[in-house]
């Protein structure tokens, strides 16, 4: 009797050790390696206060431009960005644009499509360009995704 417990417990332990494996094998998480997930899409999105931007994603980096609003045709190219997938449609990004002092990390919900976004204007707080924070969410339109 001894004999098949332990034989029935050892069969169940080496059971268990494979089943963790397999998981594991399919949660491979990468974590501190950059991803560039969206590469390829280009979107607008419209806050909610009226404003709109125009994004694109290429080449692991990122380019903005203002398309309504007061900043209209103000903008910038070629800074790195990072992203995860972190649901179905679901991405986290962020980039730090060092020239003028200014982080951003945005949420895409492309299911919703809807972003929210979380930015650090002028984080060195100069008087030419004092600290803001930006806390927003809008509504994205004219989506087209890449091959990702």
């Known amino acids: 009797m001894k ?20 998981a594991t094998e399919i949660n491979k998480f990468q974590f501190g ?8 899409y280009s979107l607008n999105f419209q806050y909610q206060d009226g404003k709109a931007i125009h994004m694109e994603f290429y080449n692991g980096k990122a380019k903005y431009e203002w398309i309504v609003g007061p900043g209209k045709g103000n903008g910038n190219k070629d ?12 991405y986290l990004i962020n980039w730090h644009e060092t020239g003028i002092k200014d982080y951003l990390t945005i949420v895409f919900d492309f299911e ?3 972003v929210h976004s979380s930015i650090i204007i002028g984080y060195e707080n100069k ?4 600290l803001k924070t930006v806390f927003q969410s809008g509504i994205i339109d004219h989506l087209k995704k890449g091959f990702n």
Not at 3 to 22: D, P
Not at 33 to 40: A, I, V
């Open 3 to 22: 004999l098949k417990l332990v034989t029935l417990f050892s069969l169940l332990t080496v059971a268990l050790a494979l089943s963790q494996t397999k």
């Open 33 to 40: 390696e950059t991803e560039h997930l969206l590469d390829g």
């Open 79 to 90: 800074i790195p960005y990072r992203s995860h997938k972190i649901g179905d449609n679901l």
């Open 112 to 114: 919703k499509m809807v």
């Open 127 to 130: 008087p030419e360009r004092t």
